[in-house]
């Protein structure tokens, strides 16, 4: 299936994301890399997110619209919590609003069909409905903020990457570790957390 047909104008946006809409619409202390000057950008090579004909052999679900994490947190450089804004505040990171999107997307790649389909949700007031990549059993309590704090008792070096890898290389979002009990228990045991049944299980 063939739905990326418009990622020739990609690039062609990218001077004018880069100055206007990055720059602009994300906060001081959210955009790290998008605001750094232009001579510290040449440090490393710009990733461009690639071409791709053909979406069926994409890890991951298929999702209503193609939303791509390589071309926002890769080669825009978007920071996650301009997205997911409450991830080191709450136990959940929190989904975009449509009101996100559309802060750049009233502009950026109107000519592309998929961001057709987010200006048209939004248009008619209706959100995007998301498939859930990971899925946590209900018995067990996953407090996104806990791990992200930098000021937690354990100084841990722990990222978004440490658990969901490279999103920011994902055209379609998987995931990327297993999520089991011994997973959790590993990273706990290593850190010297607590591995109370009582603090995972309610
Ligand atoms: C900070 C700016 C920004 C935000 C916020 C943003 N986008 Fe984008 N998006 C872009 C830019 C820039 C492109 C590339 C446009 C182009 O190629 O002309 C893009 C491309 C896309 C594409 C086409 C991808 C491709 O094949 O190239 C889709 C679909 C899309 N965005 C959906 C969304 C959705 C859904 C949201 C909200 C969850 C969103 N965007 C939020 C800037 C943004
Ligand atoms: C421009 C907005 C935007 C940015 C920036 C962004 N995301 Fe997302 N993220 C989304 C949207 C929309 C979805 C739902 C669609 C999907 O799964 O691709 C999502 C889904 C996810 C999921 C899967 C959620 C689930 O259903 O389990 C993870 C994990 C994730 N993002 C992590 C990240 C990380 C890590 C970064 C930074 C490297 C990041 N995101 C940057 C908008 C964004
Ligand atoms: C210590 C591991 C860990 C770290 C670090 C982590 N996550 Fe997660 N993330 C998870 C787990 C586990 C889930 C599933 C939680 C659930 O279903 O309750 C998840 C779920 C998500 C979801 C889906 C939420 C939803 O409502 O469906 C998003 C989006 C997400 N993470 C983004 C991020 C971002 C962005 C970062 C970095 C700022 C991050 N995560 C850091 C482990 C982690
Ligand atoms: C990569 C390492 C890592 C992984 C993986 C991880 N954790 Fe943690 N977790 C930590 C650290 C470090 C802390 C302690 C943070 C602090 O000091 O507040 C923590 C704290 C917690 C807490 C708070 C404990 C308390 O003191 O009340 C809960 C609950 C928790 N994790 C659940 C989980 C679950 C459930 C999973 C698996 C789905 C998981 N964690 C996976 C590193 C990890
Ligand atoms: C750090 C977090 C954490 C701690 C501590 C923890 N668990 Fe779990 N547990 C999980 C996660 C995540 C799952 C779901 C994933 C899975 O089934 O592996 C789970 C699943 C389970 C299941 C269901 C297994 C199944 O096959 O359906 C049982 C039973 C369980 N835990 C018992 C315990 C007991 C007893 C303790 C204390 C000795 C404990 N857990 C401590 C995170 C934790």
Not at 10 to 20: D, E, I, P, Q, T
Not at 85 to 113: N, Q
Request: with cysteine; proline share 9%; aromatic share 6%.
């Amino acid at each position: 299936m063939t739905i990326d047909a418009g990622t020739a104008g990609r690039h062609a946006a990218r001077a004018l994301l880069l100055g206007v809409a990055v720059v602009g619409l994300v906060g001081p202390e959210r955009s790290v890399r998008a605001q750094q000057p232009p001579a510290q950008q040449q440090a490393t090579p710009p990733f461009e997110a690639p071409e791709i004909p053909d979406t069926a052999g994409l890890p991951g679900p298929r999702q209503p619209v193609f939303f791509r994490h390589d071309v926002h947190a890769g080669q825009y450089q978007i920071d996650c919590r301009y997205c997911h804004s409450s991830a080191e505040s709450a136990p959940y990171p929190g989904m975009p609003s449509m009101k996100t999107c559309m802060g750049c997307h009233l502009i950026a790649g109107a000519a592309i069909p998929e961001v057709q389909k987010v200006r048209e949700a939004a248009m008619s007031n209706q959100a995007i409905e998301w498939i859930k990549v990971h899925r946590m059993p209900p018995f067990v309590h996953f407090p996104h903020m806990r791990h992200l704090k930098r000021e937690t008792a354990v100084k841990a070096e722990i990222t978004c990457q440490t658990c969901h890898g490279q999103v920011e290389r994902m055209p379609q979002v998987y995931q990327f570790a297993s999520l089991k009990m011994g997973w959790c228990l590993d990273c706990h045991k290593k850190n010297k957390v607590t591995t109370d049944c009582t603090a995972c299980h309610y």
